[in-house]
């Protein structure tokens, strides 16, 4: 079955410690992004991509790399300059470009400071 | 900017109960209208659409009508189960912008 597969489940990072979410997809789409989830604040977005070696900065970009060298592929790094890094946080992936088109979405990584 | 509120949560009913989940909008162009639906642990899974004015996405027996005028895209179902518990997103698509997200509503249902 198609779909977006995204590990570890859970993670935690110690102080000073970069963390690479992964993220991946069958589902042949162009498009793939990352959000971050806090309770109570929606979903904010981090960074996307809509095409192979091309991304932006989405609202919140600050503290947190990608890169993208296959169409299946957006890891996610978060880096010791995110001071706040515990959230949920959730991959998706569209067919074309964001407007208008339905994203689809992991199941999500959990990640929490030691 | 564009935006997207929401009414606040938690909403509580009774199974077989009436729900209505607000949902407004702000936006410079012709938006998409999304609903999204978050099971606990879960990512999130569209629920259903409209791409124009007076469009009305349904779904799973929940409705929800792009009502231009009024800037609003409320959700609605005619009676809730216990298994339609989750957070629900309501979200706006502007051409060439990514989706922005209301803050979600939770919705506890009870038998």
């Known amino acids: 079955d198609g779909g977006i597969t995204q590990s570890p489940k859970y993670l935690f990072r110690k102080e000073g410690q970069n963390v690479t979410l992964s993220c991946e997809q069958n589902?042949?789409?162009?498009?793939m992004y990352w959000y971050r989830q806090d309770p109570g604040q929606g979903l904010r977005l981090i960074y996307y991509?809509?095409?192979?070696?091309?991304?932006q900065k989405g609202d919140i970009a600050e503290g947190y790399s990608v890169s993208r060298e296959k169409k299946e592929s957006f890891p996610l790094t978060v880096t010791s300059a995110q001071k706040n890094p515990t959230a949920f946080y959730l991959c998706?992936?569209?067919?074309?470009?964001?407007?208008?088109?339905?994203?689809?979405f992991g199941d999500g990584t959990r990640l929490s400071i030691l | 900017g564009d935006s997207v509120t929401q009414m606040e949560g938690p909403v509580t009913l009774s199974e077989e109960a009436f729900l209505t989940i607000n949902c407004t909008y702000t936006a410079t162009g012709y938006p998409s209208l999304f609903w999204y639906v978050q099971y606990p642990g879960e990512g999130l899974q569209l629920l259903l659409k409209?791409?124009?004015?007076?469009d009305k996405g349904s779904n799973k027996g929940f409705e929800a009508t792009y009502r231009k005028e009024t800037t609003s895209f409320h959700l609605e179902k005619g009676s809730v189960q216990v298994s339609d518990s989750a957070v629900y997103f309501c979200a706006l698509s502007d051409p060439g912008t990514a989706l922005i997200f209301g803050k979600g509503t939770t919705l506890s249902v009870s038998s």
């Open positions: 589902l042949n789409h162009d498009a």
């Open positions: 991509s809509q095409i192979v070696n091309d991304f």
């Open positions: 409209a791409t124009k004015a007076d």
């Open positions: 998706a992936s569209s067919m074309g470009g964001p407007s208008n088109q339905p994203q689809h």
